[in-house]
């Protein structure tokens, strides 16, 4: 089964940092391009990184731009996203997602959710 | 950066309504969009990549279409378990931008 698995997110307090995975499994994760995409409580779809498939080429959202660093691990099979320099507006659930065909995100995981507060 | 307006911001609808749902982009984005449904505490779900191209395994009663700057996803006959936020998002130039949502409603 094709499969995307979040995990360490939690309660942080601003300023602070975390380290978000990304589990892939079921497809050759070193082909796919792959993403972050966050959901602020009760808001849309904001998406936040990429990377490409040998993890020589990201891109960043403006709003995190310089704070978060996305990486990857294919032989782990595994993606990242080191949040630092953590605020409120930072506090989502946060998706990891699979880019497919024509650049469309195919694959999701069920999400991590982050908190910043104190 | 590309602008992704969608609308309406939602609509109430009836099984069996077609229902359409229209997404802007403030600059031409050739056919490189994509729509996703999303079910409350749900991860979102790829209906349609490259403005008309219907993923494996979405029924055939979502459709898309557009090209340029105007978009259109269409539900040709609204089943129950369709009532769900609608998204676009562009993918022709980082940042991938989405659109601000359409919830469907009964």
């Known amino acids: 089964e094709v499969q995307l698995v979040e995990s360490g997110g939690g309660l942080v307090q601003p300023g602070g940092s975390l380290r978000l995975s990304c589990a892939a499994s079921g497809f050759t994760f070193s082909g796919y391009w792959v993403h972050w995409v966050r959901q602020a409580p009760g808001k849309g779809l904001v998406w936040v990184s990429y990377i490409n498939t040998d993890g020589s080429y990201m891109k960043y959202a403006d709003s995190v731009k310089g704070r978060f660093t996305i990486s990857r691990d294919n032989a782990k099979n595994t993606l990242y996203l080191q949040m630092n320099s953590l605020s409120a507006e930072d506090t989502a659930l946060y998706y990891c997602?699979?880019?497919?065909?024509?650049?469309?995100?195919?694959?999701w995981g069920q999400g991590t959710t982050v908190t910043v507060s104190s | 950066d590309i602008q992704m307006t969608q609308s309406p911001s939602s609509v109430s609808a009836s099984v069996g309504d077609r229902v359409s749902i229209t997404c802007r982009a403030s600059?031409?984005?050739?056919?490189?969009l994509a729509w996703y449904q999303q079910k409350p505490g749900k991860a979102p779900k790829l209906l349609i990549y490259?403005?008309?191209s219907l993923q494996s395994g979405v029924p055939s009663r979502f459709s898309g279409s557009g090209s340029g700057t105007d978009f259109t996803l269409t539900i040709s006959s609204l089943q129950p378990e369709d009532f769900a936020t609608y998204y676009c998002q562009q993918a022709n130039s980082s940042p991938f931008t989405f659109g601000g949502g359409t919830k469907v409603e009964i």
């Open positions: 997602a699979r880019g497919g065909k024509d650049r469309a995100m195919d694959v």
């Open positions: 600059q031409g984005i050739s056919n490189w």
């Open positions: 490259a403005a008309s």
